[in-house]
């Protein structure tokens, strides 16, 4: 693929390992959930979601491996590029290690005495922990190896491999099923396929990068460089989970577990949909990376400005249908009751996302740039905002209250955070209104106007969906005529579905 689609190439397969990964839960997920039992599959959930939170324990030192790499690889360091790999396989050894034991020591209090598991199932569990424990470790070195395609603009190889490691998982998964087998042969093919993803990796990233050397490497410079940038990392991560997980349970508390449903099923499928427009920001995280290697900032400047235009555009053309018929949707989805419930929570929901999609190009800019802490700092005052609001607002409001904390949250902190990127950058804040909000903003608007006139007259879930995604191809026809898509752009896409039709594939690894 040539240099100049490389973004967009990355952009579009690393969408398309999201959409993919989506497509293969709701193909499967059925038929394994029915074949193992909800008590068998609730377990397997439950294995892989304390591997999952032991697996914070990485500190996100995986970015710190996309930063650094793709930086020191510009300056064609590749000194500092192995010293950096090695310092992350080296802590992601005794990070992996230490939470392996950890759940393999407590594995027994967990199953017997804090998980209500069934008596039947104890022995399953058990050995699930057990075996499962390794699966930290593996997790962290499969995080850092993959990170090191990405760090050179490679998604597209990182992108197949999560496609075909996910499609192997399912189809194992269901043929073990088939042939009778249970929870533990299960447990034990995750270790497998993470296993042969870290071999697929590290032959990929030994490939791409020639004098690529993946050893431990003990370099006290290079280990407090990514420490003190993983850890600023984790931080909004962590704000993130306390602010996801904390509103739910408070949810629960206050208002019962129902009212948790009517919560995380809008949320659910509004946050989905987003998730594209994260995929889509995400590439240009190694872009920004390797401009501060050469220390072209202009450059940073113009991908800030052009990269916010273009997501802030897909965000809307995502959020306008849902902002028009989201209330239908969950009333032919999940039936009109349900709607009632929902429906207002649903709008704020939407609305704050919307806006938090905005933040997406200047968090990557920042973690470009080696300032991950001042993502960490608005994450945390944004999730510190929720969490005051969310217990007086839903004694006052209810359900609504709880998604209207949530909006209030992002309505403070969204736009500061936007102005405070703009501003490091040196760029004036009526550029970024003019360039990147003003015209997006207004194709939408001349979009919901034909769409308001025929909202009452849509019946039928089939309908429904084909409305939907007229709403959205309106929105993108108006851009594109409107000047919302510049000159220059519309000749790039043109360009790239002509080299598509040449045959011109990516290069596989």
Known sequence: MSEKYRIFNNALFNTASWVFTVI??????????????????????????????????????????????????????????????????????????????????????????????????????????????????????????????NALNRYDVTSKATMAMGLLTNLATVSLLYFGFGLREIVILNLLVSLLGIGFYALASKRLLPGLELHPVMNF??????????????????????????????AGIVLGVSAVTFYVVPFSLVSRAMAITFRLAAVIFPVISGMQGQRDFQAVSKLYLKSSRLIFSVSTAICLPLFLFGGRFLSLWMGETFRQQTGLVMLLLTASLYMDSCT??????????????????????????????????SKWL?????????????????????????RKLKLPLMTLLKEVYLMPIIAGMLAAIPFLILMKAVQGMATLLFVMMAASALYLVICYVTGVFSQEEKEYIIGYLRLGKKGSATNVV
């Open 398 to 422: 209810g359900i609504n209250g709880i998604a209207l904390s949530f909006l209030v949250g992002h309505i403070i902190v969204a736009p500061t955070f936007v102005i405070f990127v703009t």
């Open 221 to 250: 410079s290079a280990i407090r460089r990514i420490l003190k940038y993983g850890m600023f990392s984790t931080l909004s991560r962590l704000s993130s989970m306390m602010q996801f997980q904390g509103v739910r349970l408070l």
């Open 24 to 149: 293969l839960s709701f193909v499967f997920l059925p038929y394994i959930v029915r074949t193992l039992g909800t008590e068998g599959y609730g377990l397997l959930v439950l294995v892989l979601s304390v591997i999952g939170y032991f697996a914070v324990l990485d500190l996100n030192l995986g970015d710190a491996v996309i930063k650094y790499v793709a930086e020191y690889h510009a300056e064609n360091d590749m000194k500092k590029v192995n010293e950096v790999v090695g310092s992350v396989l080296l802590a992601y050894l005794v990070l992996g290690t230490v939470a392996g034991v950890a759940i393999l020591l407590f594995s027994g209090t967990m199953v017997n005495r804090l998980l209500q598991i069934k008596t039947a199932l104890q022995p399953a569990a058990l050995f699930a922990f057990q075996i499962g424990s390794a699966g930290i470790l593996l997790t962290m070195l499969m995080s850092a190896l993959s990170a090191i395609p």
């Open 360 to 393: 997406n190009v200047p968090s990557h800019v920042l973690n470009g740039l080696g300032m991950p802490k001042f993502c960490g700092y608005f994450s945390t005052f944004n999730a510190v905002i929720n969490l005051l609001l969310v217990y007086p607002l």
